[in-house]
């Protein structure tokens, strides 16, 4: 069951009752989570989880000590403080100290829904049987995975900081496979509210996908124009703003450092029309009301009109620059200042390129400019003369984020769908565009599909 | 007579106060797992669900401990301890699994999951296509310990401190080195099986995983670079930390690190490539370990980790590899990761070939895959990360042997005109059919006419599963074997962790793609 706030209260009160630290962060997270998994139309596995955690961090003489139990009795509690306060006690001196928040008021987000929490186990049935139905139907296996989680946590502070937050997500990942093999389609979507998953519209697009790869060709790898989907963009960068990090770019090993220990912000480094933000209170993509410091959080630009506008300072590493920490990112969010245009519109402004409908197993290979490495998967298409020619096989990618998006290269931006990384399962999410490019660099083909 | 854990933690509390309290004071709450009476808990699980119509139910009632510690330069960054304490029961009804779990460890509560878990399988089982059968497994009453000296709990934290800024002080000796950052995690499992088919089996597992990075910069130039250690998880104790050369590593890490910033960049093209197993063990980790996974091939995996390559009708018949490509799937390997006395469905640890003399020869396989490709028997390798996680197929200690003779580094580079010798892991991906991948690495040496020539950068190799085995010409003695190994193996969904080893020798591979890494950005 989650916490309510008065129940969450009564435990970080208590934890931070037991300790005579000078100092102390005491936080606590309730979860419940469900999940249904299936495989070449047939249910694989389905559980669900029912679990609390109690943290608590103590300075005692700037020392810390940190620890963590799943027992929330009194006795469990205690000994979690204690322990905490034995760490603290053997550490050396904590030189990045800082003094825990004092009362913050917080602008609450919507990122909870009740129907979430509660799924309805015969319900969540139907609707993958129904899927199963259609994968029958069209001749393809299927295999895909419904997770529901909901939680409700606290953090509060010695200082008098208290912080209560609801949060809940659902998200439904699928993937039809030809029974021959030869065609292969993927769909996810998440949202924190369960009436607002369309399962429907994720089997019928994995199915569609799966359809239309058939009988792919082989094509030269080299550098292409692209149209990736909003999918495909998630893949490459849905954790990339996350990646400005202030004091990796001023310490001079970042994408964002440059020669003479400075760091690229104010540089115009992407195409003008893009923005770059991070904003907890949009409708479809509710970001938490507290960073991760525990920050009220605010709408935060990293790039504006591609000027690097901010890079994320800590509150540690604030102070050493003598300025104010950054209430943020919670989300990401790309957009463009510009008209956005429609997949259609980008296939029909291509006189020569790809489609990429998505990536994986996407690793960094130079950090220097944001170099990944990763493969196109589940359905890449010629598009010639405004028009989808046929599937090609999968390629291999080495490219820079960084040029990726740097003026010169970005040609359509589309408007922003809620959508998560592929390898992330649904679990997070972001709001980006479908993009067109001049140039992308495929390094060499997979016969993988 | 039991003492409940309260009346325990009251009487250890009250009569030594925090500072003199054992080294790990959730010593405590681990010792008053003796007040929970798992047998008598799984009684109530394996009744309610063979009451509700369950053909097959399992317990586990699971510890977990874990102590991370992280420090950069000469300061500690973390110091953290946790716990957590829990159980999950799986029944299988009219064959549909369901799972549930809860962190109280109580009758009541495991009579209420168990329903919860029947209820679930029950819901999904109206519209299943293909019953779940599992194969029988002996009935086990056991339990065991992996093979550790040193319980890395019971090492005073301080010394830990102490160790890893020494490290850092000795990786920042080389003039050049601008940051160094090490950390050590150590986990503990203790866990209780009990099956319906009457198997009760008591586990207690130790894993180590000490670590370190250094980077220099040319802030000049903008330049940097980064070297990691080489030395990487095992299932060993704190004797690990005392035993692994880990200072001598630290300087030889720094001097690299810093000569990597002034080394050649690397010409693509053709090389014969030389691998060090702290490299190795990762390409055969994404290129073997996986590919082998009866899960993937049934396309049990197809939506996130991917399907493979191999197929049940390739076994016996595929070529994977050169006839001296031997690669062994190993449970019972000592300091493995993935050893253990007994899976989580009480299926002992075993040792069997997926490819003999170079030929695909066998699966990794759980009790309800093994059916499904004519086996009576499972391998072994259901595995979960937690009480709260449903157990499914996890990977098993899969090595490479090594050649009869005692090759060495030198008689290998001796026989290379134009190659690249490749330690430590750096960038992998691979794709989801496991056919195509590119790998780094942390250092990389030039080989001319059979000798090192000089440091190269920028270094990273493609190439394809069966072409890249079908290329190893060479392999050392058993003197270069190494374990390497992944602390935390991604897979499934909801994704799991599991720790897993890879042992090989150094190895030679023919005429592999070299690619340069290294992008000019305006």
Redesign the interface.
């Known amino acids: 069951m989650l916490l309510t706030e008065k129940e969450a209260r009564a435990i970080t009160e208590k934890m931070l009752g037991y300790t005579k630290a000078d100092d102390a962060s005491a936080s606590v997270t309730s979860e419940t989570?469900s999940?249904?998994?299936f495989?070449?139309?047939?249910?694989?596995?389905?559980?669900?989880?029912?679990?609390?955690?109690a943290?608590v961090v103590v300075w005692i003489n700037r020392k810390?000590?940190?620890?963590?139990?799943?027992?929330m009795?009194d006795?469990?509690l205690?000994?979690?403080v204690?322990?905490a306060?034995?760490?603290a006690?053997?550490?050396?001196v904590?030189?990045?100290y800082m003094p825990t928040l004092k009362a913050q008021t917080y602008k609450p987000s919507l990122g909870y829904a009740e129907a979430t929490a509660n799924v309805p186990?015969?319900d969540?049935?139907?609707a993958?049987?129904d899927i199963?139905t259609a994968s029958e139907k069209a001749g393809v296996?299927s295999?895909?995975?419904h997770?529901a989680q909901a939680s409700a946590g606290a953090q509060a502070t010695k200082n008098g900081n208290f912080d209560y937050e609801r949060r809940s997500i659902v998200s439904l990942?699928?993937?039809a496979?030809t029974l021959d093999?030869a065609g292969?389609g993927?769909f996810l979507r998440s949202h924190y509210d369960i009436s607002r998953l369309d399962t429907a519209r994720i089997s019928r697009e994995a199915i569609r996908r799966a359809l239309e790869s058939r009988n792919s060709r082989l094509l030269d790898a080299g550098v292409y124009p692209v149209i990736l989907e909003p999918q495909a963009v998630a893949d490459l960068i849905g954790g990339f703003g996350f990646g400005f990090d202030a004091r990796s770019a001023e310490?001079?090993?970042s994408a964002y450092?440059?020669?003479?220990?400075k760091t690229k912000v104010g540089e115009k480094i992407f195409d003008e029309r893009i923005n770059i933000l991070s904003d907890p209170w949009r409708a479809d993509l509710p970001g938490s009301q507290s960073t991760q410091a525990g920050l009220p959080a605010e709408v935060v630009y990293l790039v504006r009109n591609g000027v690097l506008e901010n890079l994320v300072y800590s509150r540690y590493w604030a102070q050493k620059r003598e300025r104010q920490p950054t209430p943020g990112p919670v989300n990401l969010i790309m957009e463009t200042s510009g008209k956005p245009s429609t997949v259609e519109e980008m296939i029909q402004n291509t006189s020569r390129g790809l489609l990429v409908s998505r990536f994986?197993?996407?690793?960094?290979?130079?950090?220097?400019?944001a170099?990944l490495?990763?493969?196109t998967?589940d359905g890449v298409w010629l598009v010639e003369n405004g028009k989808i020619q046929y599937p090609v096989r999968?390629f291999?990618f080495?490219q820079?984020m960084?040029?990726m998006l740097?003026p010169g290269n970005v040609e359509m931006i589309g408007t922003p769908e809620r959508v998560g990384s592929?390898e992330g399962?649904g679990?997070s999410a972001a709001l980006l565009p479908a993009l067109k490019l001049k140039a992308f660099k495929f390094?060499?083909?997979?016969?993988?599909? | 007579m039991t003492t409940s854990?309260?009346d325990f933690?009251?009487v250890t509390?009250a009569a030594l106060g925090?500072?003199t309290?054992p080294a790990?004071?959730?010593e405590?709450?681990a010792a008053a797992d003796v007040s929970v009476d798992k047998n008598k808990l799984a009684d109530v699980a394996l009744s309610t669900a063979k009451r509700l119509g369950a053909t097959y139910a399992d317990i586990r009632i699971n510890r977990y401990r874990f102590e991370s510690l992280s420090t950069r330069e000469q300061?500690?960054?973390?110091?953290?301890?946790?716990?957590?304490?829990?159980f999950?029961v799986r029944a299988l009804v009219k064959g549909?699994?369901?799972?549930?779990?809860?962190?109280i460890v109580t009758p009541e509560e495991v009579r209420r999951v168990t329903e919860?878990?029947v209820?679930?399988?029950r819901?999904?089982?109206?519209?299943?296509?293909?019953p779940i059968q599992i194969v029988p497994t002996p009935k086990v009453v056991a339990s065991w310990k992996s093979s550790f000296e040193k319980d890395p709990f019971d090492v005073?934290?301080?010394d830990k401190?102490q160790f890893l800024?020494k490290l850092n002080q000795t990786a920042m000796k080389a003039q050049g080195v601008?940051?160094v950052n090490s950390s050590m995690f150590f986990v503990n499992e203790q866990k209780f099986l009990a099956t319906s088919d009457g198997s009760r089996i008591d586990q207690y597992l130790i894993r180590s995983f000490p670590g370190f990075t250094v980077?220099a910069?040319n802030?000049?130039?903008?330049?940097?670079q980064?070297r990691a250690s080489l030395g990487g998880p095992q299932a060993m104790g704190y004797e690990y930390l005392e035993k692994y050369p880990w200072m001598v590593e630290a300087e030889q890490a720094g001097d690299e690190v810093v000569a990597k910033l002034k080394a050649k960049s690397v010409e693509p093209g053709k090389y014969d490539l030389v691998l060090h197993p702290s490299h190795l063990w990762l390409t055969i980790h994404e290129s073997v370990g996986h590919p082998t996974e009866l899960d993937r091939a049934?396309?049990?995996?197809?939506?996130?980790a991917?399907?493979s390559?191999l197929t049940p009708d390739k076994t016996g018949k595929l070529q994977f590899g050169s006839k001296i490509v031997n690669f062994v799937a190993d449970r019972t390997q000592p300091a493995g990761l993935a050893t253990t006395g007994y899976d989580d469905e009480g299926v002992p640890g075993q040792k069997w070939h997926l490819v003999k003399d170079g030929l695909f020869v066998d699966w990794q396989t759980t009790r309800d895959l093994a059916p499904l490709v004519g086996r009576k028997q499972s391998y072994g390798c259901l595995y979960a990360e937690s009480w709260?996680?449903?157990p499914?197929p996890r990977m098993p200690n899969v090595s490479l042997e090594p050649a009869k003779e005692a090759v060495s580094l030198d008689n290998l580079l001796g026989e290379v005109e134009n190659g690249i010798l490749i330690y430590g892991n750096g960038?992998?991906?691979?794709?989801?059919?496991?056919?195509?991948f590119?790998f780094?690495g942390q250092t990389f040496y030039e080989v001319k006419k059979g000798k090192i020539a000089g440091m190269l950068r920028?270094v990273?190799y493609?190439s394809?599963t069966t072409d890249f085995w079908g290329a190893c010409d060479g392999l050392g003695g058993p003197a270069t074997y190494q374990l390497g190994g992944s602390f935390n193996d991604g897979k499934g969904?909801?994704?799991q962790s599991n720790a897993v080893s890879h042992g090989c020798p150094i190895a030679r591979f023919r005429g592999i793609?070299v690619?340069n890494?290294?992008?000019?950005?305006?």
């Open positions: 989570y999940h249904l998994r495989a070449a139309n047939s249910f694989l596995t389905s559980g669900r989880r029912e679990n609390m955690n943290n810390r000590g940190a620890a963590s139990t799943n027992d009795d006795a469990s205690r000994a979690a204690e322990e306060e034995r760490l006690n053997i550490s050396p904590d030189v990045e186990l015969v969540r049935a139907k993958v049987g199963i296996l295999a895909g995975f997770q990942g699928m993937t496979r093999g292969s993927y310490e001079g090993r450092s440059v020669a003479g220990g994986w197993y996407i690793r960094g290979v130079d950090p220097r400019t170099t490495t990763g493969l998967r999968n291999r080495n820079s960084i040029q740097a592929s399962q679990g390094t060499s083909q997979s016969e993988a599909v | 854990r309260r933690l009251k509390g925090a500072v309290l790990w004071v959730f405590a709450e300061q500690v960054q973390n110091v953290s301890r946790s716990q957590s304490f829990g999950g549909t699994w369901g799972f549930a779990s809860s962190r919860q878990a209820e679930i399988a819901a999904n089982a109206v519209f299943q296509r293909k005073p934290i301080d401190i800024l601008g940051f980077t910069i802030r000049a130039s903008g330049d940097f980064t049934l396309w049990w995996e197809a939506n996130y991917g399907t390559f709260g996680a449903v499914f960038s992998f991906s691979i794709d989801q059919q496991r056919y195509n590119q780094g920028d990273a493609q394809r969904e909801p994704t793609n690619l890494t290294a992008v000019r950005t305006a």
